[in-house]
């Protein structure tokens, strides 16, 4: 079912492909991507389901586990305006 994160790198991304994540417990929603992922850290060899696993809640006294997603490329377009 979750298939994709475990056999998808963060490089195997294109560059204009966008990754949702939802935060379990708050519902927060944040978006990212390749550059993003990459752009402290070269996380480039990680796979997704590591990148879902590390990744934590930004809301404040949140911090909970994330579910990633991935935004289907059709969709972008509606979703960019709502984008911080
Ligand atoms: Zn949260």
Avoid: P
């Avoid at 990212?32 to 752009?39: A, D, Y």
Wanted: with cysteine; hydrophobic share 35%.
């Amino acid at each position: 079912m979750s298939g994709w994160k475990t056999s998808y790198k963060v490089s195997d991304l294109s560059d204009k492909q966008q990754l949702e994540l939802i935060c379990r417990q708050c519902n927060r929603l944040a978006y990212t991507n390749k550059s993003m992922l990459c752009e402290k850290i070269d996380r480039s060899h990680l796979y997704l389901d590591e990148i879902e696993k590390r990744a934590r809640c930004k809301a404040r006294g949140c911090g909970g586990l994330m579910r990633l997603s991935m935004v289907r490329l059709d969709e972008l377009s509606g979703f960019v305006g709502g984008m911080a």
